[in-house]
């Protein structure tokens, strides 16, 4: 079985440039994840999509950060214009629908604004 | 949301049994107990999860307090590769879908030495 996919593995921008990131999930799975996690910490939930539409954006910084699953597949998260701070890895994970069950990760994109 | 508490490290012999404590006093009755594990670079790895009773699967054993307010995650005989950050995360269910918010607190470091 095909694992969550990501790309790209590593980038490197300029602060306030644009970024986006790609995250292709596991194949049936309903529920998809976008997490940042900053050096030495725990990763930190910026959305959730149940098919293609939202159930949680509450931590997702919304004047910067965007992110859409079309046809609720595939998913984007864009960031614009970086910061500094948002120098972080990118996690994104897919789940299949429903409360008991596991998350599988991408490896992750790290970002490095600079 | 439930929150967890953990020891920041821990360190293990090669071969002997890691036991990873958790505290979750605040857990309501319908809420799980996951752990995951993120290996150094690598995106985080479900490890087991439970509501109530104990359970084993090939790579741990988690035992639950009957009250549930703590459990702990055991793995039996710890290799060099078993190093990592691992996270204790009781799921929040939403009251709206069937989606679950899945929130990483800052984990332990396990370091199993040779």
């Known amino acids: 079985e095909a694992g969550v996919a990501q790309s790209p593995r590593y980038k490197i921008i300029e602060k306030r440039q644009s970024v986006a990131f790609w995250c292709n999930p596991i194949s049936g799975h309903a529920t998809l994840y976008w997490y940042q996690q900053i050096l030495g910490q725990g990763p930190k939930l910026l959305i959730q999509?149940?098919?293609?539409?939202?159930?949680?954006d509450s931590q997702l910084p919304k004047d910067r950060f965007s992110a859409e699953r079309l046809k609720g597949v595939d998913s984007t998260l864009k960031i614009q214009p970086a910061k500094l701070e948002d120098s972080a890895v990118y996690l994104c994970?897919?789940?299949?629908?429903?409360?008991?069950?596991?998350?599988?990760f991408g490896q992750g994109t790290r970002l490095t604004v600079v | 949301d439930a929150k967890t508490t953990q020891p920041p490290s821990m360190d293990c012999a090669e071969g002997r049994a890691a036991n990873l404590p958790c505290n979750h006093s605040?857990?309501?009755?319908?809420?799980?107990v996951y752990w995951y594990r993120q290996i150094h670079s690598q995106g985080p790895q479900y490890i087991i999860h439970g509501l109530k009773n104990n359970e084993t699967n090939e790579m741990a054993s988690l035992i639950i307090t009957e009250d549930r307010k703590s459990s702990t995650l055991i793995l039996p005989h710890a290799t060099l590769r078993d190093t990592a950050v691992y996270y204790c995360?009781?799921?929040?269910?939403?009251?709206?879908?069937?989606?679950?918010?899945?929130?990483f607190g800052e984990g332990t470091q396990l370091t199993v030495n040779p």
């Open positions: 605040t857990i309501s009755g319908n809420e799980y």
């Open positions: 999509f149940q098919n293609n539409g939202v159930v949680d």
């Open positions: 994970a897919s789940s299949p629908r429903g409360t008991s069950t596991e998350a599988f």
């Open positions: 995360i009781v799921r929040v269910p939403y009251e709206q879908t069937s989606g679950s918010r899945l929130t």
